[in-house]
C-alpha cells in the first residue's frame, strides 16, 4: 500500500518557488531552493525555514503532565517556558495544564505519544495541532521580528526558556528562542490556515533585509 503523504500548508507557494521536495514524517517539505551557497549567505543574514513537517502532540487537562511523564517525558515546571524534553524533543507549557511536545529532526517521542487513549485516561485530552511553524535566524532576525511584533524580544529582555504568545503580523502566534547547532535563531507556531500568509510575509521581509528562504537540508545540516 502506497504511503499517504500530507503536505505543508505552505505547499503551493514553495512549489512556485521549484525547491527541491523532499519528505519527513510522511510530510511533504522543501529540502532546498536555492543551493547551499546561497542559503548559506540567507542564514547569516536572515533565513526562513519551513518546518510545519515536524510531528507534534498536544495535550491538556489536570493529568496532562502527570500522563506525560508517565511516557518518560519531562516538562516545563514553570508556566510558559519550555524545555527539551526527551533527545530532540521540544516539550512547550502553554499555560497551567496544556502542553505541547513536538520532535525536531531526529526527535522520536511523538510517534510513543500518539498511542494516546483516551477511554482509558482520565483528566487529561488529546489535543489536535495542525500548525504552521518556522525556524528565524541571522543577524537581521530582530530587525523582522520588530516589523511584526510588538513585544521587545531582545536577549536581554526574553529568557532563553520563555515560551511567548502573542500577535505577528497581526495573527495569534507562539515563539521561542533556541540554540540550534551553536546558533540562536526563533520558533514559531501559528495555525496552519494562516501559514500561508505568514510565509509570505516573512520571506518578504527577509528578502527586504538581504536574506530568504533557508531548505529543511541547509537549516539542519
Same mark, same amino acid.
Given at each position: ?6 503536505? @505543508?500548508?505552505? @505547499? ?80 512547550? =507549557? ?34 489536535? =495541532? ?5 525556524? #528565524? +535566524?541571522? @543577524?537581521?532576525?530582530?530587525?523582522? #521580528? ?30 521561542? =528562542? ?17 501559514? #500561508? ?17 533557508? +531548505? ?6
Amino acid at each position: 500500500m502506497t504511503e499517504l503523504i500530507k503536505t @505543508s500548508p505552505l @505547499s503551493d507557494a514553495q512549489k512556485m518557488m521549484k525547491p527541491l521536495m523532499g519528505s519527513h514524517r510522511g510530510m511533504e517539505v522543501a529540502l532546498s531552493f536555492e543551493g547551499p551557497k546561497a542559503e548559506q549567505k540567507h542564514k547569516t543574514i536572515l533565513g526562513v525555514t519551513d518546518v510545519s513537517c515536524f510531528a507534534r502532540f498536544g495535550i491538556k487537562g489536570a493529568k496532562a503532565g502527570e500522563w506525560l511523564a508517565q511516557q518518560g517525558i519531562k516538562t516545563p515546571e514553570a508556566l510558559n517556558t519550555w524545555v527539551e524534553g526527551a533527545p530532540g524533543t521540544l516539550v512547550l =507549557r502553554l499555560g497551567m495544564s496544556e502542553f505541547l511536545v513536538e520532535d525536531q529532526l531526529i526527535g522520536k517521542a511523538c510517534a510513543k505519544l500518539q498511542a494516546f487513549d483516551q477511554a482509558n485516561i482520565q483528566s487529561a485530552y488529546q489535543v489536535v =495541532r495542525a500548525d504552521a511553524a518556522f525556524v #528565524l +535566524g541571522g @543577524s537581521e532576525v530582530l530587525n523582522l #521580528l520588530a516589523e511584526l511584533c510588538v513585544l521587545d524580544l531582545r536577549d536581554s529582555v526574553l529568557p532563553s526558556n520563555f515560551v511567548v504568545m502573542t500577535q505577528i503580523a497581526g495573527i495569534s502566534a507562539t515563539l521561542i =528562542r533556541e540554540s540550534l547547532s551553536g546558533e540562536q535563531v526563533y520558533r514559531i507556531w501559528c495555525d496552519g490556515s494562516y501559514g #500561508l500568509y505568514l510565509w509570505e510575509i516573512l520571506i518578504e521581509i527577509a528578502q527586504e533585509l538581504g536574506g530568504g528562504v533557508v +531548505g529543511l537540508t541547509c537549516r539542519f545540516q
